[in-house]
Every structure is written in C-alpha cells, then in structure tokens.
C-alpha cells in the first residue's frame, strides 16, 4: 500500500516540476501572439513576463482576391525607444 503511495508521490512531484520549468520557460521567453487586424493584415508580438509587447513580424495582405502577401520583418530591437 505504501509503495502505491510513493509512486504516486512522485508522478505528482514530477508534474509539478514540469509545470514550473514550462512557466520560468514561459517568464523567461515570452510567448507569440498573432492577431488579425481589420485591414487583412496580421502581426505577430512577443509579450514578455513584465507585459512589454515586442512586434516580431508583420504581414500585409495586400490582395485577397489574388493572395499575394507581402511580408515585413521587424526586429524586436528596433522598436525599444531609448531614454
């Protein structure tokens, strides 16, 4: 019965250390956004553990009819201001 126990405990345990890697990972890394705005366009941001949004890519459809898309790169460095 013990055993039983034991085994239990550490799945549990081993569970809780995953969910608290994923989360500092999370913190640490941000995670992607993507919205779609009203003008066919979407835009990929990065939010950062302090809420701080970073654009990492946007793409503007500048033809549905036909599909073409045209496809800016930013990079989250240049959209810090300083000072």
Known sequence: M???KLIIGLIL??????LSLTA???LQNG???????????T????V?????VRLISEAKITAPSSGIIERVLISAGDL???G
């Open 2 to 4: 013990s055993s039983y």
């Open 13 to 18: 345990i081993v569970i809780v250390l995953g």
């Open 24 to 26: 500092v990972y999370f």
């Open 31 to 41: 995670f992607v956004v993507q919205a779609v705005t009203p003008d066919y366009s």
């Open 43 to 46: 835009a990929q941001s990065l």
């Open 48 to 52: 950062t553990a302090t809420g701080e």
């Open 80 to 82: 810090v201001e300083e």
